[in-house]
């Protein structure tokens, strides 16, 4: 079992900026994958952005330019620096990790509210 604690989200005005933070513990082998998925009310849940073992990251094109995708190896710690934003990035954001053995695990999210 691979534990996934978020922190991070809250109420901002549009052109502000968040960090989110998600710290992973307990059977978690090598993280391959790290990333974060939204889903705003009415919708599916999509992909923001991943970043691999290796540094490789990946976007939705509705974010690039605005939001930053990192990790911290030895901390087994991820981060989305969002920047610039937008009504329409309002959502429950999860974290997501998939490790050496393929298990795939999801945190509890975390509410992102972006209102003037």
């Known amino acids: 079992q691979v534990q996934l604690v978020e922190s991070g989200g809250g109420l901002v005005q549009p052109g502000e900026s968040l960090r989110l933070s998600c710290a992973a513990s307990?059977?978690?082998?090598?993280?391959?994958?790290m990333g974060w998925y939204r889903r705003a009310p009415g919708k599916q849940r999509e992909l923001v952005a991943t970043?691999?073992?290796?540094?490789?990251?990946n976007y939705a094109d509705s974010v690039k330019g605005r939001f930053t995708i990192s990790r911290d190896v030895a901390k087994n710690t991820v981060y989305l620096q969002m920047n610039s934003l937008k009504p329409e990035d309002t959502a429950v954001y999860y974290c997501?990790?998939?490790?050496?053995?393929?298990?795939?695990?999801w945190g509890q999210g975390t509410q992102v509210t972006v209102s003037s």
């Open positions: 997501n990790t998939r490790n050496s053995l393929g298990v795939n695990s």
């Open positions: 307990g059977s978690i082998f090598t993280l391959v994958l």
């Open positions: 970043i691999t073992s290796g540094g490789s990251t």
